[in-house]
């Protein structure tokens, strides 16, 4: 499926259902017009706000500390990244 938002946004979904109906959602435009979005990409944005707090969350704080060598902090992000 192909939708344009602000790009191009291109998807494949395992629910032809999902891809074909478009529903108002809950943002406007510039003009004040409601968007229509299908419901594919609502369902994506709702499953994945979880993840996109988390990485939000984890990038405030890291648990590198100036002391550490190189090769440690590069071990330690690389498990915790």
């Avoid at 790009?7 to 017009?33: C, D, F, H, Q, Y």
Wanted: with cysteine; net charge positive.
């Amino acid at each position: 499926m192909k939708w344009q938002d602000k790009r191009p946004v291109l998807m494949i979904s395992s629910n032809p259902e999902l891809a074909e109906n478009v529903v108002p959602s809950t943002s406007k435009n510039k003009k004040g017009e409601i968007v229509m979005k299908p419901k594919s990409v609502l369902a994506y944005n709702k499953a994945k706000k979880g993840v996109d707090v988390s990485d939000q969350m984890s990038s405030y704080c890291t648990c590198i500390r100036r002391t550490l060598k190189w090769y440690k902090k590069l071990a330690i992000e690389l498990l915790m990244g």
